[in-house]
Nanobody, 126 residues
Framework: QVQLVESGGGLVQAGGSLIFSCAAS?????????MGWFRQASGKDRGFVAA????????KYADSAKGRFTISRDNAKNTVYLQINSLKPEDTAVYYC??????????????????WGQGTQVTVSS
């Protein structure tokens, strides 16, 4: 069992930056899971943003996330971060962190992620 608690988000102006945190707890997190970030805009499907492994820090980004999004992790704090720069109104969404088994983490498919945080809303005003 893995518990994920997110923080960050809120109302920001276009052009600004945000950083989300996702604190993970549970057994064998480092050896069993990788962490991902997803987002879901109103009326749309949940989409993959980025993912990272605890060991080695291997990273995968969605093509749409390359350039403005940065995923990172702090193993000492069991925390994964997502930073978004140059925010745009189209970044408005609920952002979720999630955990997937290492065999499936890089697919980017929400169905391959087993545990989810509660989600945090970001609204970008123009």
């Amino acid at each position: 069992q893995v518990q994920l608690v997110e923080s960050g988000g809120g109302l920001v102006q276009a052009g600004g930056s945000l950083i989300f945190s996702c604190a993970a707890s549970g057994r064998r997190i480092f050896s069993t899971y990788a962490m991902g970030w997803f987002r879901q805009a109103s009326g749309k499907d949940r989409g993959f943003v980025a993912a990272i492994t605890w060991r080695g820090g291997t990273i995968k980004y969605a093509d749409s996330a390359k350039g403005r999004f940065t995923i990172s992790r702090d193993n000492a704090k069991n925390t994964v971060y997502l930073q978004i720069n140059s925010l745009k109104p189209e970044d408005t969404a609920v952002y979720y962190c999630a955990a997937a088994f290492l065999a499936a983490w890089s697919t980017g498919r929400p169905s391959d992620y087993n545990y989810w945080g509660q989600g945090t809303q970001v609204t970008v005003s123009s």
